[in-house]
């Protein structure tokens, strides 16, 4: 499947200091150059961005440098975004794109549920790996392992960005492809 601007959702889940905390600062720091560098392609390009945050009562808010991209930040308690009322409300007003690009915390336990469910529900969800992360880096690999098993896409930050332009004379790529390089 080819990933297109004109069918992406971007969903940045539960970007929240308690949970990056967790890793450690060679895995933090890539994370989240990896997630800003899509959020800020994806708002140039107009795309629909959200962002979600797990129990912020206990987990803090989702971090301002992620929320300055989205359109909404919405709170959830279920792990897999799709299952939260609200989010799901937000996804099926724009169901005219079928495409739903992934990243966030955690890898292996609320990305992976919610592009399990996405798929359920005919969704076209994309794990990006690289722009995704789990507290425990051995839970990775078995989480993407499984995505894949069930037929979901699993792509990496450039590549999603290079696919949403398609070609080096679209209008924004002077002006975003510095970052990628």
């Not at 919405?74 to 099926?92: H, M, N, P, V, Y």
């Amino acid at each position: 499947m080819r990933i297109e601007a004109a069918q992406s959702i971007v969903i940045a889940i539960d970007l929240q200091d308690r949970l990056l905390g967790t890793l450690a600062p060679a895995r933090r720091a890539p994370l989240l150059d990896n997630v800003s560098r899509l959020l800020k392609s994806a708002t140039a390009l107009g795309l629909p961005v959200l962002a979600t945050a797990q129990y912020p009562q206990g987990l803090g808010p989702a971090r301002e440098d992620i929320c300055v991209h989205a359109a909404e930040v919405l709170e959830k308690t279920a792990f897999s975004c799709w299952r939260g009322e609200k989010i799901r409300q937000w996804l099926t007003a724009r169901d005219d794109r079928r495409q739903v690009i992934l990243t966030g915390m955690e890898l292996h336990i609320c990305v992976l549920q919610t592009a399990l469910d996405l798929q359920a529900a005919g969704w076209q969800p994309v794990v990006v790996a690289d722009a995704c992360a789990s507290r425990d880096a051995g839970h990775q690999q078995p989480a993407l392992e499984r995505l894949r098993q069930a037929g979901v896409t699993v792509a990496v930050a450039e590549s999603v960005f290079y696919e949403w332009l398609g070609d080096a004379i679209h209008p924004a790529f002077r002006g975003l492809a510095a970052a990628w390089r």
